[in-house]
């Protein structure tokens, strides 16, 4: 039966991502954040899903909270120190400002919209400090094409057996990801899961309607430019208003 998604997919999301390196992850983002030369900052994720990031990055950064529209996937978090609240990235329920806004793991792709990219740049616009910094990661089409040939596995963990079907709809530039999962209890439920893959170009004109300017464009994880020929981009965003000061 389906399920509201990341409810069963929280339960072996960590088994999933078991090849990830969050160290190296965390130092990267926490590379970007060293541009706004400043010794303490405060920083908010969003769509953290488990929070794993936020607690490497809490060893170097005094203030942070992790966000994430799904409940199920805070409460996996294995950190029981780091903050965290359940929120919608386009509808942010923050009133202080923060210095550094950062998203990971392609998570922006979920938004399917241009006009939810505008009410997350508003958002983010309002809850960042003059002269922070926005940066977040996306997936393009080389990376689909790539990722639908290996993302198709089945396995068990904690006894949990699921299957994952990636699929790569060129003509309508969705990436599904299909989960089949039977929970311990011998209950089976799945999860369909839709991410947008914009074209390198469209997230330029999408910054370019909002208050924000990019500052850096590289090939994630590295300080290379990118380009519409590549897999996974780093945005950095700062503030027109605030660009020549």
Known sequence: MPVKNYSALALIYPHLMRSIDYNKWADYIYSISRELNKKKISVLELAGGTSVLAAKLQKKIQFIISSDLSLSMLQACPDGNVKRICCDMTMLPF?????????????????????????????????????????????????????????????????ISYIQKSFYNIEKRIHYNHFEIALADGKKVEEIHKQKIFRFEDYFDFIDNSNFYVYNCFNAFTFDNAGAESERVQFILKKKKYADI
């Open 95 to 159: 009133k202080t400002k923060f210095d550094f806004i950062f998203s990971a793991f392609d998570s922006i792709n979920y938004l399917n919209t241009k006009e939810k990219y505008f009410n997350l740049f508003k958002n983010v616009d309002y809850c960042l400090s003059d002269k922070g910094i926005f940066t977040f990661d996306v997936t393009l089409e080389n990376n689909s094409l790539k990722l639908q040939r290996y993302l198709n596995r089945k396995g068990r963990t904690q006894g």
